[in-house]
């Protein structure tokens, strides 16, 4: 019966427009939570940054920025771009830093260029002021303050997570204008392997007939939003402006979301 009572006050709190603030309460809430520090030798944002793009630990904020940095050169090297090799490099949705921490330093020492995005500008803000690179505050709709074919690298975790279909197709859109020709995107997404054990309630149920379901629809590019999608259906939404290089499915086993790598199309 709980259950049932909690999501009831939820939609309220969405149609009233309370949503808002009670999330906003639930994130300090959590921030006080936060554990011990943890010093890995480069500057680690409050808590209550920390909170905003991950759970309450700066720990798991350390190890698995780190990890995922890791997986994202090892992905962008496989399909032809080295990050040692002088890219200009964006990361989309940067948050508090959590990949930017490790991978920026390398992009930058290497000759190439690091700009960091977000629609938070708190965070966008605490980049700027503590990594090195260039970072700015994006809208949650396009467009990016880059120009035309600037770009040879696009990276963005758990991004389309948090945006319904028409916001993520017009970031796709975005990002392949942004992007030189034969550039690589890596973007993470829930898919239906990831929503297998990962999903709430009945989203992996829907998601084989609807392609792409929202839960939660408020507050869209926030944590409290997700976003579900089929691979299929991701491909489809790339396929104006990209060429499908690979998608790695989703985890149920562990809490791996999917990746898919797409190539900039030429230009006609």
Not at 159 to 185: D, K, M, N, S, Y
Not at 250 to 268: C, K
């Amino acid at each position: 019966m709980l259950r049932p009572l909690r999501r009831i006050a939820r939609r309220v709190m969405e149609r009233t427009g309370l949503i808002g603030p009670y999330y906003r309460w639930l994130e300090r809430r959590s921030a006080r939570a936060v554990g011990e520090a943890v010093d890995d030798g480069r500057p680690m944002p409050p808590a209550e940054l920390v909170v905003l793009v991950s759970g309450p630990s700066l720990r798991w904020f350390s190890e698995r920025g780190r990890d995922d940095a890791a997986m994202f050169r090892a992905l962008a090297a496989r399909h032809g771009a080295d990050v040692a090799a002088g890219l200009d490099v964006l990361d989309f949705g940067c948050g508090a830093g959590r990949i930017a921490r490790w991978l920026a330093p390398e992009v930058i020492a290497a000759g190439g260029t690091f700009t960091g995005s977000d629609l938070n500008p708190r965070l966008a803000g605490w980049c700027a002021a503590n990594l090195p690179g260039t970072y700015r505050a994006n809208g949650l709709k396009p467009p990016l303050g880059n120009a035309a074919n600037s770009l040879d690298m696009i990276y963005a975790h758990s991004v389309l997570t948090h945006l319904t279909e028409p916001t993520a197709q017009a970031w796709l859109a975005e990002i392949a204008r942004v992007l030189r020709p034969g550039g690589l995107a890596l973007m993470t997404f829930h898919d239906e392997a990831y929503a297998q054990a990962w999903a709430p309630e009945d989203v992996a149920a829907r998601l084989a007939g609807e392609g792409y379901v929202v839960w939660n629809n408020a507050l869209e590019g926030s944590n409290y939003i997700s976003a579900w999608t089929t691979r299929a259906r991701l491909a489809d939404m790339a396929a104006p402006g990209f060429e499908v290089a690979e998608i790695i499915p989703g985890r149920n086993d562990a809490p791996a979301q999917a990746i898919a790598v797409l190539r900039a199309r030429p230009e006609v």
